[in-house]
């Protein structure tokens, strides 16, 4: 089992539609990120958080720590949207952190 | 630029070659961390350097691949004897601490024929 786990893996949807991608982890104590890669590789963090919700534009995150679960919401959809989402957390050792990412979920808003 | 920054974006070469891959991290960021990240895949973890010291190299596959940041700014990956299987987007992050969001650099993509 992996230590960062993201549902669904692939997700095809219309224009318009609300989106929610969950992340569960089973390491990690701090926090959690929400990364979007788009083709070519590049990765652009669009949140880092430790409690209760973000919002940002028409995306919004959710973290329950207790549970270890987090949830990406993409509200009115558009086609620009179309991105891989991934979730990573931050894993404590000898006093610093590193990433552990989960596998990501390939979005693809039709138009 | 104010971004992380990494050399080249693209590099194509033969098996059994040597290969560098170069860092920019973001101006005062201590923190540096190097991903592989395999088609289809999440990133995985290699190295991670807090200012000129690896503090974490555990995820180095093997013995040939080594990296560097001897002024902790810049770093290197270098990869000896490239094996097809080495082909992947390398990924470079900084951030300003270690519990501080991280900045990601585009990657590069070294594809080993």
């Known amino acids: 089992k992996n230590e960062v786990e993201q549902s669904p893996q692939n997700l095809t949807a219309q224009e318009g539609e609300f989106i929610t991608i969950n992340c569960s982890y089973s390491?990690?104590?701090?926090?959690l990120h929400w990364l979007q890669q788009h083709p070519g590789g590049g990765i652009v963090s669009l949140f880092m958080?430790?409690?209760g919700k973000k919002k940002h534009g028409r995306l919004i995150a959710t973290i329950n720590i207790q549970e270890k679960h987090s949830s990406l919401h993409i509200t009115a959809s558009h086609p620009r949207d179309s991105a891989v989402y991934i979730c990573?957390?931050?894993?404590?050792?000898?006093?610093?952190?590193?990433?552990?990412f989960g596998q990501g979920t390939r979005l693809t808003i039709n138009p | 630029g104010a971004g992380v920054s990494q050399t080249p974006s693209n590099k194509v070469t033969e098996k059994g070659k040597y290969v560098e891959l170069r860092c920019d991290p973001i101006?005062?960021?201590?923190?540096l961390y190097w991903y592989r990240q395999s088609l289809g895949q999440g990133p995985e973890f290699l190295i991670y350097?807090?200012?000129?010291?690896?503090?974490?190299d555990s995820g180095l596959p093997n013995d040939r691949f080594f990296a560097v940041r001897p002024e902790g700014s810049v770093s290197t990956l270098k990869i000896q004897r490239t094996e097809r299987g080495d082909s992947a987007v390398y990924l470079c992050?900084?951030?300003?601490?270690?519990?501080?969001?991280?900045?990601f650099g585009q990657g590069t993509r070294l594809t080993v024929v």
């Open positions: 992050a900084s951030s300003f601490a270690t519990n501080t969001e991280a900045f």
């Open positions: 390491v990690g104590i701090s926090a």
């Open positions: 958080l430790s409690s």
């Open positions: 990573a957390v931050p894993v404590p050792f000898q006093g610093a952190q590193k990433l552990v």
């Open positions: 101006s005062g960021h201590t923190a």
């Open positions: 350097f807090q200012g000129t010291g690896a503090a974490d």
